[in-house]
C-alpha cells in the first residue's frame, strides 16, 4: 500500500473555524443563492476554494515581517528577494510586482504587438486575458490528452510540439512574441511538463530565435513531479531541478500567492537586457518603484524566506502528496475525478458523478453546494458557470471539462481535514441520485460565476 508522508511542520499558532451545523450551513448557502463564492469565510469549516494567498506562512517567514524596511527606495528586503530569485531560479534581472497578473501586463504589454499569435500549453485567465488585450490572439498548443480527464500521463501538460511547428510554419516566427510555457498547467488540473519537453522547446524555438517565458507560478510542484517521474532526476535536489528548468527560459512571470509560501506578491523575471530596462520603466506606472513593486518591505522578506522554503524537498514532498492522498481516497471509492492528480488540487468531473443532471442543469454547481451542506468544506464550481456565455451568440459555453475543484492551500490543513472531505464527498456519491439540478435566478452580465444566484429546477 502506498504510504503518505507525516506533517513537516509543527503547529505554533492555530485559527478556530467555525463549525455550523447542518441546519445553519443549509440556511448560509441559500442565503447565498447556492453559490459558494458567496458563503461567507467563516461558515465555511475547511475551505479549498482555491490555493492562491491561503498559504500558512512559518514562524521564520513571520520574525521575517518585522524586519521589513519600508524605504521608498533601497530596501534591504527587496536585495534579499532580488538575489533569492536570483539564486534559486538563476534568472539575470527581477522586477517586483504586487501579484502574478501584474508581471503578465508588462510582460504583454512590452513583448506584444497587435495581430500576433501567443502559443501556450493550455491557457490560464489573466494570463490570456493581458496577451489578448495588447493585441495577441491566444494558441493552444498543450497534448491532446490533457483536455481528456481519464488518461493518466505522468506528464499531462507538455507542450505538443508538432503543434507549436504547426504555428510558427502558419504565420512565421516574426508574428509569434514569445511561448507561455506553464509549469504545471493549471486549467488543466495542475498537470507537470517534463524537463525533456523544456529542453526540445527551448531546441525548436532557438532554431527559429523565439522567446519561451514560463508561468513559474507552480514549479516547486513541478520540480517534485520531475524528481518523482523523470528518468535521471531522482538523486536531483529540488533546487537543482528548479534552476535546471529555468535555464532553458528567456524569463518567467511569477505569483508568489502559490509556490512563493506568501499571501501576496510576484515578480517578472528576464535576461533580456533591454526588456529589462522598458520593465523597470513601466513598472513605475502599474505597480510602484522597480524597488517594491507594490509590495510592502516585509511582504517581500516574506516571500524571500517562501522561495527558500518551497525548495526544502520535505515540505514539497508533504504538498503534492497530501493532495494526492485525498485524490487516492476518492479514486479507491469509485468517485470519478480528473486523472492523474495534479500538484494543486483534486478535480470532481460533475458529468459522471451526475449523470441524471443535464450540463444545461449545472452539475457542478449543485455538487459544490451540496459538498457545503454536507460537511462545511467549500469547493469551486469549474464547469458551464465558470465558462460564461458566447460573446457573439449569447449561447452557454458547454465545457468538455464539467469540474468541481478542491485545491488544497499549503501548509494548513491535515490529513483528517482530507478525510473529512473525502468522507462527505464518498457519501454524496452513493445518494447521488437525490441530488437535483439549478438554475440561474440572477446571472450577472460579466464573470457570472462570482456574483450568480442559483435555486433547484422544479
Ligand atoms: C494565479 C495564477 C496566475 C495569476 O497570479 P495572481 O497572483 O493571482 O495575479 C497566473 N497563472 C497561473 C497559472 C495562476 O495559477
Request: charged share 25%; hydrophobic share 40%; proline share 4%.
Amino acid at each position: 500500500m502506498k504510504t503518505y508522508p507525516a506533517e513537516p511542520y509543527r503547529i505554533k499558532v492555530v485559527e478556530m473555524p467555525n463549525m455550523l451545523n447542518r441546519e445553519e450551513r443549509i440556511e448560509a448557502i441559500q442565503t447565498a443563492g447556492y453559490n459558494t463564492f458567496q458563503l461567507k469565510s467563516e461558515d465555511c469549516y475547511i475551505d479549498l476554494l482555491t490555493d492562491s494567498g491561503t498559504n500558512a506562512m512559518s514562524d521564520r517567514q513571520w520574525a521575517g515581517l518585522m524586519i521589513g524596511d519600508e524605504a521608498y527606495a533601497g530596501s534591504r528586503n527587496w536585495a534579499h528577494l532580488e538575489a533569492t530569485v536570483k539564486e534559486y531560479y538563476g534568472f539575470k534581472h527581477i522586477v517586483p510586482t504586487h501579484q502574478g497578473r501584474g508581471a503578465e501586463n508588462i510582460l504583454s504589454k512590452l513583448m506584444i504587438t497587435p495581430g500576433t499569435y501567443v502559443p501556450g500549453n493550455m491557457y490560464f485567465t489573466t494570463t490570456r486575458f493581458h496577451q489578448e488585450a495588447n493585441g495577441a490572439q491566444f494558441r493552444d498548443i498543450i497534448i491532446d490528452e490533457a483536455h481528456d480527464s481519464q488518461i493518466d500521463l505522468p506528464f499531462k501538460g507538455n507542450i505538443d510540439l508538432a503543434k507549436l511547428q504547426a504555428l510558427i510554419d502558419e504565420v512565421g516566427p516574426d508574428k509569434i512574441p514569445y511561448i507561455c510555457l506553464a509549469v504545471t498547467v493549471n486549467m488543466a488540473g495542475g498537470q507537470p511538463v517534463s524537463m525533456k519537453n523544456m529542453r526540445d522547446v527551448r531546441e525548436l524555438c532557438d532554431k527559429y530565435g523565439l522567446k519561451v517565458y514560463y508561468d513559474c507560478t507552480r514549479c516547486v510542484e513541478n520540480a517534485y513531479f520531475i524528481k518523482m517521474r523523470e528518468e535521471g532526476y531522482a538523486d536531483k535536489t529540488i533546487k537543482a531541478i528548479v534552476k535546471e528548468m529555468f535555464s532553458y527560459a528567456d524569463g518567467a512571470t511569477m505569483s508568489g500567492k502559490k509556490d512563493g509560501l506568501v499571501n501576496i506578491g510576484g515578480f517578472l523575471a528576464t535576461n533580456d537586457d533591454e526588456l529589462y530596462t522598458k520593465a523597470r520603466e513601466m513598472v513605475v506606472v502599474y505597480e510602484g518603484m522597480p524597488s517594491y513593486g507594490g509590495m510592502t518591505g516585509r511582504d517581500m522578506e516574506a516571500f524571500a524566506i517562501g522561495i527558500k522554503e518551497s525548495c526544502v524537498f520535505e515540505y514539497i514532498c508533504h504538498r503534492v502528496e497530501q493532495v494526492a492522498y485525498l485524490g487516492d481516497k476518492l479514486i479507491s471509492a469509485g468517485v470519478p475525478v480528473v486523472q492523474p492528480i495534479g500538484g494543486h488540487g483534486v478535480f470532481l468531473d460533475a458529468r459522471k458523478f451526475l449523470p441524471h443532471i443535464p450540463q444545461e442543469h449545472l452539475p457542478a454547481q449543485s455538487l459544490a453546494a451540496h459538498l457545503y451542506m454536507e460537511s462545511g468544506v467549500r469547493a469551486m464550481e469549474r464547469g458551464v458557470v465558470s465558462a460564461g456565455r458566447n460573446k457573439d451568440t449569447g449561447e452557454n459555453h458547454m465545457p468538455k471539462l464539467e469540474t468541481v475543484r478542491l485545491t488544497i492551500p499549503r501548509r494548513v490543513y491535515t490529513y483528517a481535514h482530507m478525510d473529512i472531505a473525502a468522507d462527505a464527498i464518498i457519501k454524496l456519491y452513493e445518494n447521488r441520485d437525490s441530488i437535483r439540478g439549478l438554475k440561474f435566478v440572477y446571472e450577472p452580465p460579466m464573470l457570472r460565476f462570482f456574483n450568480a444566484r442559483f435555486d433547484y429546477v422544479s
